[in-house]
């Protein structure tokens, strides 16, 4: 892992991201920012533990997006849901959703998202995990087809959104990084931006 610091605060922001929650969630730390779409194998590999899996995506994303623009500071982000070691991705349809909430009902999910910055011109790169502790409610059949219909959260990993109607669904949540669990952590995004040279409050 390179940790090379650069004080070069010109340098452009790349986020290297198809999500809108990502993109919306790194405009609250007001700095100028270009989204590019990364390319990354997202197929977990053989024995590869959700955690392992987030930190890999994310740093994946970021190196490819990076290969293309060297002279910028590039994030990548990636979130697994985990329940009990397996990997819970993006449901895609309403009856994944439904099988998920099921599995969840009543129990506690750990939702991992790795954020990665790197910038190839300066050498940088570092990457961290942000693990959000969730207990969901025990669901009937009922509030979960209600959920599914009012939000239609099928692009998100675990099938609930936090920050919207999902948090009804939960029991409680426990992270040292807040945002973690809509999929950027940002305190730890912005501890390593200032660790790459980028100017922050």
Do not use: W
Not at 35 to 56: D, I
Not at 123 to 138: E, H, K, N, Y
């Amino acid at each position: 892992m390179m940790t090379h610091l650069s004080t070069d605060s010109a340098r452009p922001l790349v986020l290297g991201s198809t999500s809108r929650y990502r993109r919306e969630l790194l405009t609250r730390l007001r700095l100028a920012f270009d989204v590019v779409t990364p390319e990354a194998e997202e197929t977990p590999l053989p024995g590869e533990t959700p955690a392992a899996l987030a930190h890999r995506l994310a740093l994946a994303k970021a190196l490819d997006v990076a290969a293309h623009r060297p002279e910028a500071v590039v994030i990548g982000s990636d979130q697994v849901a985990d329940l009990d070691g397996q990997p819970l991705g993006k449901p895609g349809s309403h009856a994944r959703a439904v099988a998920q909430l099921r599995r969840m009902s009543g129990r506690t999910v750990i939702f991992h998202t790795a954020v990665a910055v790197v910038c190839r011109a300066s050498g940088f790169q570092q990457i961290d995990l942000a693990p959000v502790r969730v207990r969901f409610r025990t669901l009937n059949a009922d509030e979960i087809e209600r959920y599914l219909r009012a939000e239609t959260p099928y692009d998100c990993a675990g099938s609930a959104k936090s920050e919207g109607l999902g948090i009804a669904l939960l029991e409680a949540i426990n992270s040292d990084d807040p945002t973690a669990l809509v999929g950027l952590p940002l305190i730890r995004t912005a501890r390593l931006l200032r660790a790459a040279g980028l100017i922050l409050p």
